[in-house]
């Protein structure tokens, strides 16, 4: 299970950093692990559009555990919570799902 969530993990810094901020994330993430079971933090994500002059600021929370998945959730500007786990993938705004995709 210990592959399964790094590997998970690394999907998720993937998506939302991206690739070559992921990769380099990846020692550090199955270390860790190793040593415990669970990692939270708070971050703070700039996001720069080509139609927007002004950087997107997302901030919010993470919960990275070795027998579950990984939980994005992003407070502002707008909630929304990314679930990954061994079964699926499951993104909602807080009242719907936006998106759920099984691991079948």
């Keep these: 299970m210990k592959g399964f969530s790094c590997r998970l993990a690394v999907l998720v810094l993937f998506l939302l950093c991206g690739a070559a901020q992921a990769d380099d994330l990846l020692p550090d993430i ?23 002059k002004k950087p997107l600021v997302s901030r919010g929370h993470f919960l990275v555990a070795r027998d579950f998945g990984v939980v994005w959730a992003q407070a502002a500007p707008l909630p929304q919570t990314t679930r990954l786990t061994r079964d699926e993938i499951v993104q909602t705004d807080g009242k719907e799902t936006l998106m759920r995709l099984s691991a079948d």
């Design 30 to 52: 199955q270390r860790q692990l190793a040593l415990e079971p669970v990692i939270r933090g708070e971050f703070t994500q700039t996001r720069r559009l080509a139609q927007i």
